[in-house]
């Protein structure tokens, strides 16, 4: 069964493309397939769950991606007419933040609903093979956001692009091209910040992106109910799901992303279904929030993410903002065979080297409240001990530069910790750096009420034998602190992005020029 199946795909692959040769035109056809790359069969595993699932080989496919979990799901249309899940491929790496791609150079994988057609699948992609999504879309344009060559492609490396291995590329793209060949004009790729259920949206409900993922979970949810590619539109800088001509209409209504919508309506069976799935959403979202659901981490500075599968593979892997895992779990990936090869230049995610400032919107970071004895007074005066040891001097200035004289610290051991703060050294914290390395007796995490307790003998110990307090365990405070650098790879994988071109016209078109003159500025 599955060797005639190949058979016949493969005959009907020759066949389309000697026939257009024959005629004399260059047509999408024949750019989908130009080199062995992009020629590859489907695989007999695929075949056989296709069978098994009542899918032809040319059927049309439908493409949904989520970041948090990094995985990419293949939709197929099977005899019935509906889409059945294929295949869910892990994600090897993504870039950016949860949420939309918003201007050229933010690193933002984007997010929405896009088009792909022939002539944006690219033979001859830099990165082994690849299909520009699309961004941007109307939507986006209407906003006035930017950016280009926003791809999925190979090569486990990302700058706003979404990367594969290159052999779930070859794969992902021999669906793509057998659907064309099978008629289907454009297959529909739905890209989304995490998967679109009530405790995800409750969990992320203080994000300032949480109005275009609601929208966003509406053609989610059409697609949910119906098992059909939702129909999209674009008005007053909104998606529209399956508009359709009002009764009295005699044409289908126009759509224009930056002007009014025309009248339109829903279909009643699909409105009807999404509207009991959106009550249910909500029942269940006002339940999560009303529990005290913990609200996800905002602004940590990690650059994108990576699947678990991938991540447990590579010295010092990390997941960076899709899901991670831990222990036993972490142990069983690392052993198991990863899907596709992991170049050995791959970046993992990790901190950005220039951390942006806070969000008003963000989370603030708030200590477990300690007891009433354990509460530390920022504005303690100088104990007789700092004075002794020489810091009277350098904690007054610290003083006036409105520092404090008590000070909490992550940690007593070297290397220092982290803090939690994300912003970069300012003056008065060098100071305080100085001050502590020159005033022992300063920056101790010691009560102010603490400090009559001092005795004479105490008091009167010479500098070089004074000892710094070591604060109580139940004293000591821990700051929540980012994850450390990573030590870069090599200047070639520090430099990978997305370099490949949409392809003008049907036939793939390669630039003569050099990928870091073409691309020098960061997706």
């Not at 059909?228 to 008005?235: G, I, N, T, Y």
């Not at 100085?434 to 500098?463: I, Q, Y």
Request: hydrophobic share 35%; glycine share 6%; proline share 8%.
């Amino acid at each position: 069964m599955i060797s005639s199946s190949l058979a016949r795909a493969l005959l009907t692959s020759v066949a389309l493309v000697t026939s257009v040769l024959l005629a004399g035109c260059d047509t999408d056809q024949v750019s989908l397939a130009t080199n062995a790359k992009a020629n590859q069969p489907v695989s007999p595993k695929l075949l056989a769950a296709m069978t098994e699932k009542d899918m032809d080989l040319q059927s049309p496919i439908l493409v949904r991606l989520f970041k948090q979990e990094a995985e990419l799901e293949v939709w197929k249309q099977t005899r019935s007419g509906q889409f059945a899940l294929l295949k869910t491929y892990p994600i090897c790496r993504w870039s950016g933040d949860l949420g939309p791609k918003v201007r050229e150079g933010d690193r933002q994988a984007p997010e929405g609903f896009y088009s792909i057609n022939p002539s944006q699948m690219n033979p001859q992609s830099a990165y082994y093979l690849s299909f520009n999504t699309g961004y941007p879309n109307a939507f986006d344009r209407a906003l006035g956001r930017s950016g280009s060559q926003l791809m999925v492609h190979g090569d486990c490396s990302s700058r706003g692009c979404y990367a594969m291995t290159d052999e779930q590329i070859a794969e992902i793209y021999s669906l793509g091209r057998e659907s064309f060949f099978g008629g289907q004009k454009a297959f529909q790729f739905q890209a989304y910040p995490f998967r679109m259920t009530p405790v995800n949206m409750a969990k992320h409900r203080n994000n300032p992106n949480m109005a275009f993922w609601k929208m966003i979970k509406e053609g989610n949810d059409h697609f949910e109910v119906t098992r059909q590619e939702p129909k999209v539109d674009f008005c007053e800088k909104k998606y529209v799901f399956d508009a359709a001509k009002t009764p009295d209409a005699k044409r289908d209504p126009v759509f224009d992303a930056s002007a009014k919508c025309p009248a339109y309506v829903i279909p009643d069976d699909i409105a009807s279904a999404v509207r009991e799935k959106e009550q249910k959403d909500e029942a269940e979202y006002a339940r999560l929030v009303a529990k005290g659901t913990p609200m996800a981490r905002m602004n940590t500075g990690i650059d994108g993410g990576m699947n678990k599968v991938f991540a447990a593979k590579i010295p010092e892997g990390s997941t960076g903002l899709s899901e991670g895992a831990e222990g036993s779990t972490l142990q069983m990936l690392a052993m198991s065979k990863a899907p596709g090869t992991i170049p050995g230049t791959v970046n993992p995610p990790r901190p950005n080297l220039e951390p942006a400032a806070a969000s008003p919107q963000s989370e603030p970071v708030v200590a477990a409240p300690a007891q009433a004895s354990n509460t530390r007074v920022a504005a303690a005066a100088p104990t007789d001990k700092e004075n002794s040891q020489g810091g009277g001097f350098f904690s007054g200035l610290a003083r006036k530069m409105g520092m404090g004289s008590a000070d909490t610290t992550a940690t007593a051991s070297p290397p220092p910790a982290t803090t939690a703060s994300a912003t970069p050294p300012t003056a008065a914290s060098r100071l305080k750096a100085a001050v502590t390395r020159f005033a022992p007796g300063h920056g101790t995490a010691k009560d102010a009420k603490d400090a009559p307790k001092e005795t004479a003998k105490e008091a009167a110990k010479p500098v070089a034998a004074a000892k710094p307090a070591e604060p109580k365990p139940a004293d000591t405070k821990v700051a929540a602190s980012r994850p450390p650098l990573k030590p870069s790879v090599s200047d070639s994988a520090a430099a990978a992005g997305s370099k490949d071109a949409q392809l003008a016209g049907a036939a793939p078109v390669m630039s003569s020029n050099s990928f870091d003159s073409r691309f020098g500025a960061v997706k």
